[in-house]
Structure formats: C-alpha cells, structure tokens
C-alpha cells in the first residue's frame, strides 16, 4: 500500500483530499503546518508528498530544502497545491523538483491522475457525464445538476455545500435544486438517494425548506414513496417554486425576475477563496486555452444562459444586444466563437453573417433561433456557419457544440 502525506492548513480541502486517497487505498498521514509536516516526512518516509505552498510554523520553502538535504527522503515526489501565486514564487519553489504544481481549487480527475502516473498506481473514479454548480442569492442555495449523475460530483457537492456555508455565514438555507437535459429512472435512483441525503445532511435544513424543479413523473413518485424525502416538494414551474421559497409571486415575479434570481450569485460575507472545484479537467472542451465566444442576442435569458453555460468551462462570454453592435466591435476583440440569433432589430442575423462573409472573417459562428424551417437553415448554413441550434437551448448540447466547433478550429 502506498503512503501519502498531505500537508495542508484547509482542514476542510485536506479532509476532502484524504477522504478520496483513502478510497483509492493509500495509506495517509495528515499535517496541519509545515512543522509537523516535516516531522512526519523524517518518522514515516511515505511515496508522495502533497503540500500547500502556504503553510504555517514552517515555510513551504524551509520544508523543501530539510526534505532536499535529508538522503532518506530527497527523492519521494512532491505535488504541490495553492491558491493563486506569482511567477516568482512558482519559479522558487520549482528549484526543489517539484513534480506537479496544481492551483485551488484543483480539478480533481486530474489530481488523481497525476498521482496514478506519479506513484505508477490506478485509481478509479465514476465518469458519467455530469455538470454540478452551486451558488448562494440571499438565504437561498441554488443547486443546478445537469447531464447525468456521478458519485465524485455528489460527495464533492457536500464539501462544497460545508464551503458555501461557512463563506456566506448562512445556517439551515433554503434549497432549490434544478434537474435540467437529463434522464430521471430506475437506474439513477440509488445516485439520486445518494445526492439528496448529501444535500439533507449537509444544509441540516428541514425538507420542507428543499425544492425540486423537474418535470420527471418517476422523481415525482420516488420522494413520495421514500420515508425521508417525502416532505421535499417538485415542480416544473421556476416561478411556483421561488414563490414557495420566498414568495417572489407576491411581487409579480416574471419568468425573467425568476431567472436572474437564479443566475445571479451573491457576494460572500465571509472573507476567503473557494477551495472545492464542482468541474472535472476532461470537461474542459478547449484543451485549457482561454476561451472567448461572443453571444449577439437581444434576450436577456439567452444572454444569461449562454453566459452561464460557457462559464462553466472556465470561458469568458461578451454579450451584444444586436448585431449592429456586434459589427461595430468585434474587430477589436479577439473572440473564438460566436454565438448569433437570427432574429434582431436593427441589424438580424443574417446581416452580420453578409458583413461576415464580405469582410473575409473566418470567425467561427454557432446560430441559433427559433425558425425552424428548411429554408431558413439552408440560408444561414449558405453563409458558412459551423453549427445550427434550434431554440429552446438545452445548455449541455450548447456546451457539446461548442466544443466540436472550438476544437476543430485549433
């Protein structure tokens, strides 16, 4: 069995951190500071060291040269874990062969998969698609579950939930979880219990504070027939349920008053940088370059929604109103992908694809609208577009197409 130190000052990213070795079947030793760190690594000599760049009672730096000048352990591989630093003390630290530097919040798959190339180990991991994000408004965790469920992402909601809660110093909030794009079944229902019990434990909120939106008939039926999540309601409405959360109704919410509500993250009260990453390595579709896509639509749900969805790939999004604007500036950006309605005032669609195709752009465009028709299609499709999307949107083929196109133009 192989043994791994970790060295970290986040009792709550080093719980995390161990919790999975241990599933993996290493044996690990945890310290809290550098001092104890280097006790640890002279009396147990393990196969890996883990270790945040900022410790405390003994620096980073000090534990990497006592490990350099000691023979027994000089050669046990480092991977290294921080929150953002300079160049300066990346470069510093570097002299000491460190093996791998990751930056917090780290991106799991790919942690334990530089461990199993470290140590020469496997480890196995549940790769069903899946995109989990969490964010506070108010009082309320919003919680949006997409693509499928997997087990990595339900334990690591939890640690995330215990994170959201101590930065925006909220107790027993009120939960809105959204299913969207996925099949609810049978087969899900085991990771389903899985994913409420997380939520239910972790938020120590009634059930009656926790609402579903789907429009699955078997989720519907599986609450009521369980004995501890019969209590939490389901709706297919976004309005019914804010209203049943804070009673927004009560101000002539709108379709669109509900969903700014739900895109719209709050500041935290609490001082301090998020420690737990939701997203996997493999969903990053651009290979890790910086992504910037242009989204020309004038509504406002659109806009959000692509700028949502795009966000979760770590890209950055511009939103034009219309296409006047978006031929006015674009040239002074540097966009990979655009994202174009169809149907615009001032300046449609199709006319930024004619000033597209004129000026030689070879940008690559996804459209999207809601004309439907064979002639309308073949129309844009003349203009050289790459991609074609019908609206509604559903964010994960959004999100695949984009990622089709983004990589066939690299």
Known sequence: M????????????????????????????????????????????????????FLTRKSSQELLSEKMDNPNVAKVPVIMVSAKISKAQILEVSK????????????????LSTISDVLGVSVVMDNTPCIIEAHFNDDILFIEVARGLNREKIEL?????IELLELYEIRHPKVLLM?????????QADKMNALLSVVLEKTKSPPSHI?????SD?????????????????????????????????????????????????????????SIELRFQQESLAGGRDISVAVVDDDFVIQELVRTVVGEAGWKAKIYENG??????????????????????????????????????????IVFSALSKQETVARAISFGIKSYLIKPIKPDKLLRKAGEVLRANF
Do not use: W
């Not at 000491?96 to 942690?111: E, Q, R």
């Not at 299913?179 to 087969?187: Q, T, V």
């Open 157 to 161: 909601l939890g640690y995330k939930i």
């Open 179 to 187: 299913f969207s794009n996925m099949e609810i079944g049978y087969p």
């Open 211 to 215: 609402k579903i939106l789907s429009s």
């Open 2 to 53: 192989k043994k791994v130190l970790v060295i970290d000052s986040s009792s709550l990213f080093r719980e995390y951190l161990c919790k999975k070795l241990e599933e993996q079947n290493f044996e690990v030793i945890q310290a809290a500071n550098g001092l104890d760190g280097g006790i640890k690594l002279r009396n147990e000599m393990p196969d890996l060291v883990i270790m945040d760049y």
């Open 96 to 111: 000491y062969g460190i093996n791998k530097f990751f930056s917090k919040p780290l991106k799991v798959d790919s942690f």
């Open 324 to 365: 006047k604007q978006f031929v006015e500036g674009y040239q002074a950006e540097n966009f990979d992908l655009v994202f174009l309605d169809l149907m615009m005032p001032e300046m449609n669609g199709f006319e930024v694809l004619q000033h597209l195709k004129k000026s030689g752009s070879d940008l690559p465009v």
């Open 218 to 274: 078997f989720l519907k039926d599986h609450l009521k027939k369980s004995s501890d999540f019969s209590k939490i309601a389901v709706t297919d409405n976004l309005a019914n349920a804010m209203d049943d959360l804070i009673g927004l109704r009560g101000d002539g919410i709108t379709h669109d008053k509900a969903t700014e509500k739900l895109l719209t993250m709050s500041d935290p009260k609490k001082e301090g940088k998020e």
